[in-house]
């Protein structure tokens, strides 16, 4: 099991472009979120998807839209990237939305926005 | 909704001593809590996660936390820490559907 992977690894922008994080997970997980990291801020949720064709805001949504494609892939998407976007961003899954559901987190993209 | 804090932002130890990070939640009723450990360069991990039961939580490692539901804290403990837990530890608390996280705490830990 490769776990969650995401792609890229890395990634520079300039202002206004557009792209696409791809995330995938092999662990049949109905739940997959998307995070981004600030240092000092911990981390907070951008988008959810609680199952296969159901998204939802997190505390972040500003500036990205998301698409759950199927039950593997979650991909998020930046429409014209802004400076304040460059950070670290985290794809996780977990089984259900259940409490006591564990997270399990991918290995991020580091994205810097010029 | 629910918040975390985590009053230690950078905590620097030597090798064998022992390790207490804080972390406390906003507000009481049933609460479903974990940390999570992020080493250098690597995603993020469970250590351990406590959501009823025995307060006194073990996890992987050697590490422990321990809820304490009056004082809305849940402590990650490590009785003699090593080089290798240099790394980030983030305390979360589930929110309804949502995972709420702290802001973290840098351990360097010093041969």
């Known amino acids: 099991n490769a776990g969650v992977t995401q792609t890229p690894k890395f990634q520079v922008l300039k202002t206004g472009q557009s792209m696409t994080l791809q995330c995938a997970q092999d662990m049949n997980h109905n739940s997959m979120y998307w995070y981004r990291q600030d240092p000092g801020m911990g981390l907070r949720l951008i988008y959810y998807?609680?199952?296969?064709?159901?998204?939802d805001k997190g505390e972040v949504p500003n500036g990205y839209n998301v698409s759950r494609l199927n039950k593997r892939e979650f991909s998020l998407r930046l429409e014209s990237a802004a400076p304040s976007q460059t950070s670290v961003y985290f794809c996780?899954?977990?089984?259900?939305?259940?409490?006591?559901?564990?997270?399990?987190f991918g290995p991020g993209t580091r994205l810097t926005v010029l | 909704a629910q918040s975390v804090s985590q009053h230690n932002h950078h905590v620097i130890l030597s090798e064998a001593a022992s390790l207490e990070l804080g972390c406390n939640y906003s507000y009481g009723g049933t609460v479903n809590l974990f940390w999570y450990v992020q080493y250098p360069g690597q995603h993020l991990q469970l250590l351990l996660k406590y959501f009823s039961g025995d307060p006194l939580v073990k996890g992987i490692k050697g590490f422990e936390a321990e809820f304490i539901k009056s004082k809305f804290s849940f402590n990650l403990r490590k009785p003699s820490v090593q080089w290798s837990d240099t790394a980030e530890y983030f305390c979360?608390?589930?929110?309804?559907?949502?995972?709420?996280f702290g802001t973290g705490t840098r351990l360097q830990v010093f041969p």
């Open positions: 979360a608390v589930k929110d309804t559907d949502k995972l709420i």
């Open positions: 998807s609680a199952s296969e064709g159901t998204t």
């Open positions: 996780a899954s977990s089984e259900a939305l259940l409490a006591e559901d564990t997270q399990y």
